[in-house]
Structures are given as C-alpha cells and as structure tokens.
C-alpha cells in the first residue's frame, strides 16, 4: 500500500511557518493574508519615513543618525510567526495563532476556500499554545504574565474576553480540552522557585494535571521525580498520551573555584573586547559601518542555535551536524525524548522515542515530529514519515 493512500492530511509549524500536507501527498504552505498586509504597510511607512534619516544635521554631515536601524536591517529575521495551530469543525479549517511581534492574533484558515479569517488581535497578545472544545468552540490558551509565570485564560469561540483560569506561581501550559464534552483541562504545570526577594530562581519539573472549570479544581495526574512530562492529550478510551523527557535544573549552580579562576585570568581579555564591541557599536550607530567584518556570516549562522521548547533548549547544531554530507536521519532530540501512552488503569506503554511533539485525532491517528520530520504511528507500532521539515515545533492531525 503506497504511503499516500495510508497517511493522514497533516499540518505542522517549521521555523514559524505553517505547512500543510493532503492526503494526497500534496504539500503547500499557509501564509497569512493579514501577516502580508501588515508587512506591507510597514515597509511602505518605512519608504514614507526614509527621508527623515536623511535629513539635519546628520545628513548635512553625510552620517547616518545614531540608532538601531543599522542592525535591524542586518538581522535578516521574520517578523511574523506561527505560535500554535488547532482543528476546526471540519478537515479543512485550522485555526492558528500569529506572532506579529507587538501585536498577536488569532485566525482561522479555510484550506477548500483558500481564505483566511481573522477573528481577533490585540496589543500583547503572545499566547503559546492553543487548544478548541470539540462542541462549543471555547479557546484555551496559554499566556505568559509580566511576573514571569504563564497561566492558562478562556476565550470565547471568537478569541475575545479571555478569562484566566490558573493563576498560581507557575508556568502552566500547553492546555487540552478532553473530549467527552465536558469542561475539563489536561495540561503541564511547572512550579516557580523564589528567593526571599520573592524573584524567581528556578522551575521544577514538569508534571501533568487536570482542571475542572465547574468545580474550580485542579487534580495532579502524573509526576515523576526527574522527569518532564510535557504536551498532555487525552484519548476517548481515557488514555492519556504525552512526552516524557529529562528535566533540566534551571536554577544557578554554586560557581566552583576553578570557574572563579578561569575569570580571574580572562578577566583582561574579556575587558579588550567590550573596548572593541564598543568603538564598533559607534561606527555602525554614527556612519552605518562596521569596524569587525571577519566573521560577520559565520556569527549570524549562529545567532540563535536553540530551539525553545517549554523552558528547555534544543541545540538544533549537534543534529544538523550529524546528519551534515549524509543520507541519515537526524532527529533534533535525543531518544530520551519518549511519547508514553499511560492506561486509564495506570499501564504505560512507550510508543517513539527521539519526539518533540505529537497530535492525536478524535479517531486515533497518532503523529509525532522529532523536529526533522514528521511520521504516522501505524497500530503495528511501525512509524511511517509522511514528511520532511527544517525546525518543526508543533504538528496537527487534520483527519477526523
């Protein structure tokens, strides 16, 4: 049987951009008719704008204005990225969440009409994650706060009024509806560490727990000491599936005396080169040039290494790099990386290693990334890749 024919239509977020794969084998991209707008009218108030640069007393002397400009146009990064996707009512429509630097959105995407609607967006809207009641619509979204924490809010169908629901000292996040109607959450939960000056100095690991909306309640369903369990779904059968990693301390060690020491001696070289970051941080901000031009492609390239994935780094280099001149599949993270499916009678089972995040159907078709590709868990255990990415995040089952 050819793999078109067995593998479902799925969609996945790669490097904050959103694709989607058919049935069929047929792969497109989504991109946002909102995001292309805002970009535009950008660009042209940049155009608009241009000749103030241009003009006073740094333009009489042929300079540049002191400023940041210089570097942004250098940076060369996207300014609009896919946070988090979710299923709609049918097939065809996915509902997705816009990153547009200062302002976030929520849209929904219709793949028959190739149309876009734009349900909401707000000044500071940066939800992460995003999840849809199988029967009424609501959205449950994660939200970080300005205290450093993420608590979990519901929104109507709509994206508007949203209604924080945990607000304890902790990052709660990556929520999901059950889907027996009722209104109840799964999702991972990490407690704050605070000092007495009451800042934060670390999380705990990563444990899965449930919320009753009716009851106000919150149940812990799984922890395990050393252990990361992160991305909770709930099958019909009451299985619950998610990934379970190593937990990573945050928290600053004690530095050794050899650490000391090392800084002691660097001390004086470290010192040169804050003097020359600094005189060429004042020929880019006063004639748009830099002093240091050796290198600059090679520190671009690597500029951002990680992958973030709820408080822990991915260093997506080491598997480029095993994967560089050969043929080999490189997952981005280690087989330590399982998705466990854990029985409504406690029994767990281990389904694929090296996972960075997976998607269950209503009917039980399971796929999982692991940041290189994505694959369908046949029901012989067997993983099937359905398709190739660079730097997937998020993946999404389409099919019922």
């Known amino acids: 049987m050819s793999q078109?024919?067995?593998?479902?239509?799925?969609?996945?977020?790669?490097?904050?951009?959103?694709?989607?794969?058919?049935?069929?084998?047929?792969?497109?991209?989504?991109?946002?008719?909102?995001?292309?707008?805002?970009?535009?009218?950008?660009?042209?108030?940049?155009?608009?704008?241009?000749?103030?640069?241009?003009?006073?007393?740094?333009?009489?002397m042929g300079m540049q204005p002191p400023g940041v400009a210089p570097w942004e146009a250098q940076e060369g990064r996207r300014t609009i990225r896919f946070m988090a996707i979710a299923r709609g009512d049918t097939p065809n429509q996915i509902y997705y969440i816009l990153d547009l630097?200062?302002?976030?959105?929520?849209?929904?995407?219709?793949?028959?009409?190739?149309?876009?609607?734009?349900?909401?967006?707000?000044?500071?809207?940066?939800?992460?994650?995003?999840?849809?009641?199988?029967?009424?619509?609501?959205m449950a979204v994660a939200l970080p706060r300005e205290d450093g924490t993420v608590g979990l809010s519901v929104t109507r169908s709509d994206g508007l009024f949203p209604q924080a629901i945990s607000m304890s000292d902790s990052w709660d996040e990556a929520p999901c509806w059950l889907r027996d109607g009722s209104p109840r959450i799964v999702f991972q939960s990490s407690a704050v560490g605070r000092n007495e000056n009451g800042f934060a100095v670390g999380k705990s690991s990563y444990r899965i727990e449930q919320l009753d909306?009716?009851?106000?309640?919150?149940?812990?369903l799984v922890e395990e000491e050393g252990?990361?369990?992160?991305?909770?779904?709930?099958?019909?059968?009451?299985?619950?599936?998610?990934?379970?990693?190593?937990?990573?301390?945050?928290?600053?060690?004690?530095?050794?005396?050899?650490?000391?020491?090392k800084d002691v001696v660097l001390f004086p070289f470290r010192l040169l080169r804050m003097f020359v970051y600094f005189f060429n941080f004042m020929s880019m901000a006063f004639t748009g040039k830099p002093l240091m031009r050796a290198g600059a492609p090679e520190q671009d390239a690597k500029r951002s290494p990680f992958l973030m994935l709820y408080g822990q780094a991915v260093d997506t280099r080491l598997a480029m790099k095993k994967g560089a001149g050969t043929d080999a599949h490189a997952p981005l993270v280690p087989k330590e990386w399982e998705l466990v499916r854990r029985a409504s009678s406690g029994e767990e089972t281990v389904?694929?290693?090296?996972?960075?995040?997976?998607?269950?159907?209503?009917?039980?078709?399971?796929?999982?990334?692991?940041?290189?590709?994505?694959?369908?868990?046949?029901?012989?255990?067997e993983a099937l890749k359905v398709a190739d990415g660079d730097l997937i995040e998020r993946v999404l089952v389409l099919d019922p």
């Open 4 to 60: 078109e024919s067995t593998s479902p239509s799925v969609a996945w977020i790669a490097s904050g951009r959103l694709y989607v794969r058919q049935a069929d084998g047929t792969v497109q991209e989504i991109e946002s008719d909102f995001a292309r707008s805002s970009l535009e009218r950008e660009a042209k108030h940049a155009q608009t704008n241009a000749w103030k640069g241009r003009s006073g007393v740094w333009g009489d």
């Open 101 to 138: 630097g200062p302002v976030g959105g929520l849209f929904m995407y219709d793949l028959k009409e190739q149309e876009e609607t734009r349900l909401m967006h707000s000044q500071g809207f940066i939800a992460t994650d995003l999840s849809r009641h199988p029967e009424d619509g609501r």
């Open 213 to 220: 909306l009716d009851e106000e309640k919150i149940e812990s």
């Open 227 to 261: 252990l990361d369990l992160i991305a909770p779904k709930v099958t019909d059968d009451g299985s619950l599936l998610y990934v379970r990693r190593p937990y990573q301390i945050s928290h600053a060690r004690k530095q050794s005396m050899w650490e000391t020491l």
């Open 351 to 381: 389904l694929a290693c090296n996972v960075l995040g997976f998607d269950v159907s209503p009917g039980g078709t399971v796929i999982y990334t692991d940041g290189s590709a994505v694959f369908h868990l046949q029901r012989t255990d």
